[in-house]
Nanobody, 125 residues
């Protein structure tokens, strides 16, 4: 059983920054790619960013490219999402997930095996 626990969400003004963390336990963390998704009220869950198992390759949705940075620390079994220049449209529940393989190219929810419970990010205008 894998457990993923997100933290770091909150309320921030437009233009501000937040750093989300995703702590993992129960599986060989370094063997799997990791991803971040988000879901706004009334909308489908959408891909935000992903990172390969080694951390050497990353992939971003166009909507966050240049503003968000995904990273991981395999020694700490933790993945991160640094979010800068936040916009009101970034408001959503953010989820981290563990992929079915080691690649960074998993962008669909059904390509991920384990999910965290989510953390709320609210960006005020």
């Amino acid at each position: 059983q894998v457990q993923l626990v997100e933290s770091g969400g909150g309320l921030v003004q437009a233009g501000g920054s937040l750093r989300l963390s995703c702590a993992a336990s129960g599986r060989t963390f370094s063997a799997a790619g990791m991803g971040w998704f988000r879901q706004a009220p009334g909308k489908e869950r959408e891909f935000v960013a992903s990172i390969s198992s080694s951390g050497g390759s990353k992939y971003y949705a166009d909507s966050v490219k240049g503003r968000f940075t995904i990273s991981r620390d395999n020694a700490k079994r933790t993945a991160y999402l640094q979010m800068n220049s936040l916009k009101p449209e970034d408001t959503a529940v953010y989820y981290c997930a563990s992929a079915r393989g080691s690649s960074e190219y998993y962008t669909k929810p059904n390509e991920y095996v384990y999910w965290g419970q989510g953390t709320q990010v609210t960006v005020s205008s």
